[in-house]
């Protein structure tokens, strides 16, 4: 069972800058497909991003396509959340998720982090 840990949120002013990573305990890191998603307060969780194993595709929601880009790095079993242009709606607990297989549905995934919070304050 893979472990997944995240961090790098923290408070930030809106139009601003974050990294986040997660960082997976597996040796077959490279079999999964990795997402990132958010749960902002009284909402639900909802995607975000996620990147194919080998780097070769991905997907993001609408509201973060061309501010948030994911990476990963296979050789540090570490997937990469970089968030530009950030805006006050981006706050909440972010989420690593590993899963087998590519999809751009996500429905379902084999691993959850536990979550590191984004504040951007406006």
């Known amino acids: 069972q893979v472990q997944l840990v995240e961090s790098g949120g923290e408070l930030v002013q809106a139009g601003g800058s974050l990294r986040l990573s997660c960082v997976a305990s597996t040796r077959t890191f490279s079999s999964y497909a990795m997402g990132w998603f958010r749960q902002a307060p009284g909402k639900e969780r909802e995607f975000v991003a996620a990147?194919?194993?080998?780097?070769?595709?991905?997907h993001y929601a609408d509201s973060v396509k061309g501010r948030f880009t994911i990476s990963r790095d296979n050789a540090k079993n570490t997937v990469y959340l970089q968030m530009n242009s950030l805006k006050a709606e981006d706050t909440a607990v972010y989420y690593c998720?590993?899963?087998?297989?590519?999809?751009?549905?996500?429905?379902?995934?084999?691993?959850w982090g536990q979550g590191t919070q984004v504040t951007v304050s406006s």
């Open positions: 990147i194919r194993w080998n780097g070769a595709s991905t």
């Open positions: 998720a590993a899963r087998l297989g590519w999809t751009t549905a996500w429905s379902s995934v084999n691993a």
